[in-house]
């Protein structure tokens, strides 16, 4: 089986953490976008969104793409509030790797520790990035020994800050050790061990080898990373600081030779018989897609995004989908970059696309005769009655909440069995905010609300 040349990553962890700025900084130092985007003047790629920017906080994830070398990347940049983790666990189940970033400064959070669970339970890779690096209270050792003392003995460093702090000027690696390496904040040559050990217990015939004084080859090892990281057995650690675009090229040099293609992580799936079937994830197999986000544009109205797991789709195609008696004809696929999207003439197993103008295609939904497993979603607990302000905005309210439930999971709407007014049950107060912020600004209905 042709194995895929893109590789899906979504950015998570908690806020913070620099993931946006991190993505940003890539699309740029890529060259996928032009300028120099930046949350801190609004003009970031993946913050587009107006709460977003009014908050300075990721509220709905974003798919960007770029390419370095020979792969080409679709990254998904996650929110890191818990307020907004619906976010992530879509996109979670969208890619085949979760990138947790952990700030430098901070340590491991809540958002850390959720979002490496959710990616284990999907089983899904997983990389640490320890970002801010240059942090005055930066301290990569006592950081590294955290996440060991959390995640286990799986938790390995592959790279190694070269000074911290203020004097953070570069990384190096542990698998291919630099000639010299004065600066380094921890003892390469004994990370370097450390990592062939734990690499070596994965293949019996290697630890021999080694316990007789053979090393392995450096490509060897790189094979036994990208597999283990596949399974969950192991769980890199690398360092960057994306504001001054320290170790940026490093991190996706061992993107590019690490992170699971999809064909490495194994899909099941639901027959029409009702069996349990592995997805072929192959170009040339019958289509198999998710869907795992929507939002509701201004400007190209309902945008559905897909993860393609197997075969190939196009314009005008007709398709099986979960929950519809009728196949569905496809409307154009899009290529997406934050809120920019470009038509293309079809995708294939691999790719992540968003089609627009798709009423049958909901968060969820199954494209293909296979039926995938559903997205767990957190259950909404945190309730509040709304109406219009505005008495004669009633059956616009309906529709402007109706949008509002497509685009998130984690919303549900119900009815006040003894005053029928309408209720809106969310993750918090917060999130509760800002989808009404979002529906002033969206649909211009200001709403009145009782606990």
Same mark, same amino acid.
């Given at each position: 089986?042709?194995?895929?040349?893109?590789?899906?990553?979504?950015?998570?962890?908690?806020?913070?953490?620099?993931?946006?700025?991190?993505?940003?900084?890539?699309?740029?130092?890529?060259?996928?976008?032009?300028?120099?985007?930046?949350?801190?003047?609004?003009?970031?790629?993946?913050?587009?969104?107006?709460?977003?920017?009014?908050?300075?906080?990721?509220?709905?994830?974003?798919?960007?793409?770029?390419?370095?070398?020979?792969?080409?990347?679709?990254?998904?940049?996650?929110?890191?509030?818990?307020?907004?983790?619906?976010?992530?666990?879509?996109?979670?189940?969208?890619?085949?790797?979760?990138?947790?970033?952990?700030?430098?400064?901070?340590?491991?959070?809540?958002?850390?520790?959720?979002?490496?669970?959710?990616?284990?339970?999907?089983?899904?890779?997983?990389?640490?990035?320890?970002?801010?690096?240059?942090?005055?209270?930066?301290?990569?050792?006592?950081?590294?020994?955290?996440?060991?003392?959390?995640?286990?003995?799986?938790?390995?460093?592959?790279?190694?800050?070269?000074?911290?702090?203020?004097?953070?000027?570069?990384?190096?690696?542990?698998?291919?050790?630099?000639?010299?390496?004065?600066?380094?904040?921890?003892?390469?040559?004994?990370?370097?061990?450390?990592?062939?050990?734990?690499?070596?217990?994965? =293949?019996?015939?290697?630890?021999?080898?080694?316990?007789?004084?053979?090393?392995?080859?450096?490509?060897?090892?790189?094979?036994?990373?990208?597999?283990?990281?596949?399974?969950?057995?192991?769980?890199?650690?690398?360092?960057?600081?994306?504001?001054?675009?320290?170790?940026?090229?490093?991190?996706?040099?061992?993107?590019?030779?690490?992170?699971?293609?999809?064909?490495?992580?194994?899909?099941?799936?639901?027959?029409? =018989?009702?069996?349990?079937?592995?997805?072929?994830?192959?170009?040339?197999?019958?289509?198999?897609?998710?869907?795992?986000?929507?939002?509701?544009?201004?400007?190209?109205?309902?945008?559905?995004?897909?993860?393609?797991?197997?075969?190939?789709?196009?314009?005008?195609?007709?398709?099986?989908?979960?929950?519809?008696?009728?196949?569905?004809?496809?409307?154009?696929?899009?290529?997406?970059?934050?809120?920019?999207?470009?038509?293309?003439?079809?995708?294939?197993?691999?790719?992540?696309?968003?089609?627009?103008?798709?009423?049958?295609?909901?968060?969820?939904?199954?494209?293909?005769?296979?039926?995938?497993?559903?997205?767990?979603?957190?259950?909404?607990?945190?309730?509040?009655?709304?109406?219009?302000?505005?008495?004669?905005?009633?059956?616009?309210?309906?529709?402007?909440?109706?949008?509002?439930?497509?685009?998130?999971?984690?919303?549900?709407?119900?009815?006040?069995?003894?005053?029928?007014?309408?209720?809106?049950?969310?993750?918090?107060?917060?999130?509760?905010?800002?989808?009404?912020?979002?529906?002033?600004?969206?649909?211009?209905?200001?709403?009145?609300?009782?606990?």
């Amino acid at each position: 089986m042709a194995r895929s040349s893109w590789r899906n990553l979504a950015i998570c962890g908690h806020a913070a953490a620099g993931k946006t700025t991190l993505v940003d900084r890539l699309l740029a130092e890529t060259g996928a976008v032009s300028g120099s985007p930046d949350v801190t003047d609004q003009t970031s790629v993946c913050d587009f969104d107006e709460e977003e920017k009014a908050h300075g906080h990721t509220i709905e994830s974003s798919l960007v793409h770029l390419s370095h070398r020979d792969k080409k990347f679709n990254l998904i940049d996650t929110p890191g509030y818990s307020d907004f983790v619906g976010g992530m666990i879509g996109a979670i189940a969208a890619v085949d790797c979760a990138v947790v970033c952990i700030n430098a400064h901070n340590g491991i959070q809540l958002n850390s520790r959720r979002a490496m669970s959710e990616a284990e339970r999907a089983g899904i890779g997983r990389m640490i990035v320890i970002t801010k690096v240059d942090d005055a209270q930066s301290d990569f050792a006592a950081l590294l020994e955290q996440c060991r003392e959390i995640w286990g003995s799986a938790v390995v460093p592959i790279q190694v800050p070269l000074g911290q702090g203020d004097a953070f000027a570069g990384v190096a690696s542990t698998i291919e050790l630099p000639g010299e390496a004065p600066d380094a904040v921890t003892n390469l040559a004994h990370a370097h061990e450390q990592l062939v050990e734990k690499l070596v217990e994965t =293949d019996e015939t290697l630890m021999e080898q080694y316990f007789e004084g053979v090393m392995p080859e450096t490509e060897t090892l790189r094979r036994l990373l990208r597999e283990g990281i596949s399974s969950g057995a192991i769980v890199p650690v690398l360092c960057t600081s994306a504001t001054t675009n320290i170790g940026l090229n490093e991190l996706l040099d061992q993107w590019v030779d690490l992170a699971p293609a999809p064909q490495d992580i194994e899909r099941t799936a639901i027959a029409a =018989d009702g069996t349990e079937v592995t997805v072929e994830q192959s170009a040339d197999a019958d289509p198999v897609a998710r869907v795992f986000k929507v939002r509701v544009d201004p400007f190209v109205q309902k945008l559905s995004y897909m993860r393609i797991l197997s075969g190939t789709l196009a314009k005008d195609q007709s398709v099986h989908v979960s929950g519809v008696r009728k196949d569905v004809k496809l409307n154009p696929l899009l290529r997406v970059q934050g809120e920019q999207t470009e038509a293309i003439e079809s995708a294939s197993a691999g790719e992540i696309v968003a089609i627009a103008k798709m009423e049958d295609l909901h968060v969820g939904s199954s494209v293909g005769e296979l039926t995938l497993p559903p997205i767990e979603f957190p259950e909404p607990m945190v309730g509040l009655s709304i109406s219009p302000t505005n008495r004669g905005d009633e059956n616009k309210l309906s529709t402007a909440m109706h949008k509002l439930t497509e685009e998130d999971p984690t919303l549900k709407l119900s009815r006040d069995p003894q005053t029928s007014e309408m209720v809106m049950t969310g993750t918090s107060e917060l999130h509760l905010q800002i989808l009404r912020e979002r529906l002033l600004r969206r649909d211009k209905i200001e709403v009145d609300t009782h606990e």
